[in-house]
């Protein structure tokens, strides 16, 4: 018998004290080495974007990785790979934690298009109160205090 999953998540961290170093020169070469991070852990992405300070990924799980490990390999080596490479030269690491949402699949277009869109998005809402937001659309209780 195989194995069957189909779990969409939406992984969403931010840089170190939400620091805006996420300059839009660059991005797309970070974007492409995630999303390279996520073809060889056999992860579907369905899509990347992000703002100064934080990222959105879109991407089903292969079964045999854990969504912690996947995110601390994305973490460790994209902040490796942004030092040496100099993409944003003001970068100074991602900030602990993470958001992880899972959605239906019949969701996924919505969701694509709504994290293509981060750029509009955050014309009107900071990334924090955008964070907030998702807590609340998922029902996870949080405390304020560690959100810088």
Same mark, same amino acid.
């Given at each position: 018998?195989?194995? =069957? ?31 390279? @991070? ?7 992405? =369905?899509?990347?974007?992000?703002? =100064?300070?934080?990222?959105? @990924? #879109? ?22 790979? @942004? ?19 899972? =959605? ?19 014309? #009107? ?11 609340? $659309?998922?029902? @996870? $209780?949080?405390? $304020?205090?560690?959100? #810088?």
């Amino acid at each position: 018998m195989s194995t =069957y999953t189909q779990i969409l998540y939406q992984i969403v961290f931010s840089t170190f004290k939400r620091e805006e170093t996420l300059a839009p020169s660059n991005r797309q070469e970070l974007f492409r080495y995630i999303a390279g @991070i996520l073809q060889n852990k056999k992860c579907h992405l =369905y899509r990347i974007n992000g703002v =100064y300070d934080h990222l959105h @990924i #879109v991407t089903h799980l292969h079964p045999s990785i854990s969504l912690a490990s996947l995110i601390k390999d994305i973490k460790l080596a994209g902040s490796d790979h @942004i030092k040496k490479s100099k993409l944003f030269p003001a970068f100074n690491g991602w900030q602990d934690g993470y958001g992880a949402f899972t =959605y239906s699949f019949r969701d996924k277009d919505k969701l694509i298009e709504y994290v293509k869109n981060q750029e509009i998005h955050h014309q #009107v809402k900071t990334s924090r109160d955008e964070f907030i937001e998702l807590l609340d $659309e998922h029902g @996870i $209780e949080f405390d $304020e205090k560690y959100f #810088v």
